[in-house]
């Protein structure tokens, strides 16, 4: 039996996947369950940043540990060529912060395609402005940016399991967005009606705010398709 931990940061990112699974609360972490032969599918979503997607892990880990982790959900675009709403299969994810790379691993299926150039995440512990984007660009390489990927990928890595990582593109390098870092709590959550009361005096974020919402729910189908093809590769590939 393979265990798969698959963790997002927020609802959004999640619930197109784990439509008709087994739904339960551990803690304050909700979690979904799909049994599909040898493979025990567990998600969840414990919040923005590092510690969150931990939490989540162990919320997850509480009744035995998982045998591979999935990191998923929105990311910011340091390259326009990769367009919002579009999902991607990471190679690698680097630390910003200490500039530790973790490298990314996938089973191809018969008929898999992965990208012809290996794409690369950076996970920063603050969300990304315009341009710290390019700074992330300029002095990695990255493709995108996230807050969490790294911490689960250090995770993994040092257990000597396998991590894989798909990411869905929200926004452009150069979407004029408010800094949400400044309303997330200390567990990770973002706390909406504080960002809403400060959106709703600032309107001229608003064309950006639209265009996130409609970019982040095309974002979450695609990844959803993007990472029922991963488990579908994998459960073909498990002995």
């Not at 590092?50 to 035995?64: F, S």
């Not at 395609?113 to 990695?140: D, H, M, S």
């Not at 807050?147 to 000597?160: S, Y």
């Not at 695609?222 to 994998?234: M, T, W």
Request: proline letters at 6%; one cysteine or more.
């Amino acid at each position: 039996m393979t265990k798969i931990a698959i963790i997002a940061a927020l609802a959004g990112e999640v619930q197109p996947l784990v439509r008709g699974w087994r739904h339960e609360m551990r803690g304050d972490v909700p979690l979904w369950f799909e049994q599909r032969g040898d493979q025990h599918r567990v998600a969840a979503f414990g919040g923005i940043g590092v510690a969150a997607a931990a939490r989540a892990l162990a919320a997850i880990e509480h009744d035995g540990p998982a045998h591979r982790i999935i990191s998923i959900g929105w990311t910011g675009a340091l390259r326009h060529e990769h367009a919002p709403g579009e999902a991607f299969r990471v190679a690698a994810v680097i630390d910003a912060a200490t500039g530790e790379r973790f490298s990314c691993a996938y089973q191809r299926g018969p008929d898999d395609a992965l990208e012809q150039i290996p794409l690369v995440l950076a996970t920063l512990a603050r969300f990304a402005n315009p341009p710290e984007k390019r700074e992330l660009l300029e002095k990695y390489g990255a493709d995108f940016v996230d807050m969490e990927a790294a911490g689960l990928a250090r995770i993994a890595a040092a257990r000597g399991i396998p991590f894989a990582c798909v990411k869905a593109v929200s926004d452009g390098p150069a979407e004029p967005l408010p800094d949400f870092s400044r309303f997330i709590d200390a567990r990770g959550q973002l706390q909406v009606a504080r960002f809403s009361a400060y959106a709703l005096t600032r309107p001229w974020y608003l064309p950006a705010l639209i265009r996130l919402g409609k970019q982040s729910k095309k974002a979450a189908l695609s990844l959803r398709s993007s990472l029922l093809a991963i488990l579908e590769n994998v459960a073909t590939a498990t002995p």
